[in-house]
């Protein structure tokens, strides 16, 4: 199947830094892209959808200016959490599709954000 | 909001046949099925996907019915490898927004 990175896999960063996650579509490209944080042992909760060439459309709830989304290409978005704080903490997965219907959404491997 | 309904979670036995049944009584008629794997810190693996009627890959089979309003994954034979939560989404894998709901945890015993 298609193949969806993350980047990193795991990172830690103090409070009030930033820090950027990307998601790249490595064998197809990818007009809309999703971004979901996950909590443990909860579902995955979605953020924001990524469009590329365009802005990011967010969900009820986020914080646009905090979470930051460029899709600057067909197969790269990037989520930076600016000004990190510890309840930032979470893990994060992107996911990705080639926009026609009835084609598969592919996951990334998530990435794991500590805020110290 | 979920468009999707799930037991919350299951047992079976390592060898048997596992059933999860997801409920979707608001699908569209652009919508696909499909089904979805995630095990602890990694993100969802796909698993199989279909419109209608039954599809079947190397590792699981989907059933639905005509209505379309539910699905069920078949998983043969379960292991232990099999432990994990179990996802199921409706979307047009367009453009659509897939929101998750609570997933299936599977627990297989040996």
């Known amino acids: 199947g298609a193949v969806v990175s993350q980047h990193p896999s795991r990172v830690i960063c103090k409070s009030g830094t930033s820090v950027k996650i990307e998601c790249r579509s490595l064998?197809?490209?990818?007009?809309?892209m999703f971004w979901y944080r996950q909590f443990p042992k909860k579902s995955l909760m979605l953020m924001a959808t990524s469009n590329e060439g365009s802005k990011a459309t967010y969900e009820q709830g986020v914080e646009k200016d905090k979470f930051l989304i460029n899709h600057a290409s067909l197969t790269l978005s990037t989520l930076t959490v600016t000004s990190a704080h510890p309840e930032d903490s979470s893990f994060y997965i992107c996911?990705?599709?080639?926009?026609?219907?009835?084609?598969?959404?592919?996951f990334g491997e998530g990435s794991w954000l500590t805020v110290v | 909001l979920a468009k999707t309904t799930q037991p919350i979670s299951m047992d079976s036995y390592e060898g048997q046949e596992v059933n999860i049944t997801c409920s979707h009584n608001n699908i569209a008629t652009n919508d696909y099925i499909t089904w979805y794997q995630q095990f602890p810190s990694q993100g969802p693996r796909f698993i199989i996907q279909?419109?209608?009627t039954k599809v079947t890959n190397e590792v699981a089979s989907l059933f639905i019915p005509a209505d379309r309003k539910s699905s069920t994954l078949s998983l043969p034979r379960v292991s232990l490898s099999d432990t994990a939560v179990y996802y199921c989404?409706?979307?047009?894998?367009?453009?659509?927004?897939?929101?998750f709901g609570s997933g299936t945890k599977l627990n297989v015993k040996p």
């Open positions: 064998d197809f490209q990818a007009t809309t």
């Open positions: 989404l409706v979307g047009d894998g367009g453009f659509n927004k897939f929101y």
């Open positions: 279909g419109y209608k």
């Open positions: 996911s990705a599709g080639q926009g026609s219907s009835g084609n598969t959404i592919y």
